[in-house]
Nanobody, 120 residues
Framework: QVQLAESGGGLVQAGASLTLSCAAS????????MGWFRQAPGKDREFVAT???????LYSAAVRGRFTISRDSAKKTVHLQMNSLKPEDTAIYYC??????????????WGQGTQVIVSS
């Protein structure tokens, strides 16, 4: 079992930066891929970024070039550095652990989410 806890969300203005963190507990991160997904009001949960246990990353087109995912397996944490935030980035952001890829079905474990609000 892996427990995931996100932190770092908040209210920021457009153009600002924010870093989300996800702490894993209960089991080593091991070979799990660690991903970030987000869900805006009235929309489906969508893929944001993922990073494999050897550091291979993948981003959605919507965030590529603005967001950076990183992981520290020794500390069992994964981070999402978000730059040049836009109002359309407003969503609840979820951390997930599972197999590498952009599909939600690949991820077995999920955190409770952290809210990000970007004002225009």
């Amino acid at each position: 079992q892996v427990q995931l806890a996100e932190s770092g969300g908040g209210l920021v203005q457009a153009g600002a930066s924010l870093t989300l963190s996800c702490a894993a507990s209960g089991h080593t991160m091991g070979t799990y891929a660690m991903g970030w997904f987000r869900q805006a009001p009235g929309k489906d949960r969508e893929f944001v970024a993922t990073i494999s246990w050897i550091g291979v990353s993948l981003y959605s087109a919507a965030v590529r070039g603005r967001f950076t995912i990183s992981r520290d397996s020794a500390k069992k944490t994964v981070h999402l550095q978000m730059n040049s935030l836009k109002p359309e980035d407003t969503a609840i952001y979820y951390c997930a652990a599972g197999s590498w890829g952009s599909s939600r079905e690949l991820y077995e474990y999920w955190g409770q989410g952290t809210q990000v609000i970007v004002s225009s």
